[in-house]
């Protein structure tokens, strides 16, 4: 049976100011993430802003590095974006990420952004694996 995706922006914080994400596990290295454009997404030309697109693909992708790594925090130590398409408002952005290889420090990671089953974005990334005790970290961005 296929997972479900599950709202993970339950804490304030900036992906739930921004409408939040859902998100769920395909694999143990395939992660899907998704998201609705809201106007205030929009850029002036009136498509979702690059910013926003940033955002989303490193709250989708930093969650998959979390998920990969046992629940460990991660943060980002570099994202390289292609802005390829647009969107605008109400569509669904559907994000894919493929971990590429994963160390006991790093986790180097491919994220594909689809709307309309149209290629609009694609990264990839390197996220740092935390050695720290987990207290109130929390996926999602």
């Known amino acids: 049976m296929e997972n479900k995706f599950e709202q993970i922006s339950l804490k304030p914080g900036f992906m739930k100011h921004n ?17 609705t454009i809201n106007e205030n997404h929009l850029n ?9 697109i940033a955002a989303l693909i ?18 980002t130590i570099s994202l390289d974006l292609k802005f390829i398409g647009a969107s605008k408002t109400n569509d669904e952005i559907i994000g894919k990420t493929k971990i590429l290889k994963k ?17 609009i974005a694609s990264a990839s990334g390197i996220w740092k694996i935390l050695k720290v ?5 929390g996926p999602g961005g």
Request: aromatic share 12%; glycine share 12%; hydrophobic share 35%.
């Open 103 to 119: 160390t006991n420090t790093l986790i180097f990671l491919f994220c594909e952004l689809f709307c309309n089953e149209k290629i």
């Open 19 to 35: 409408g939040g994400l859902l998100f769920r596990n395909i694999s143990e290295t395939e992660y899907e993430f998704k998201s």
């Open 58 to 75: 490193d709250a989708g992708a930093g969650t998959s590095a979390h998920r990969s790594a046992n629940g460990a925090p991660c943060v």
């Open 44 to 52: 002036a030309a009136g498509i979702t802003h690059g910013g926003y």
């Open 133 to 137: 005790k987990q207290s109130n970290f």
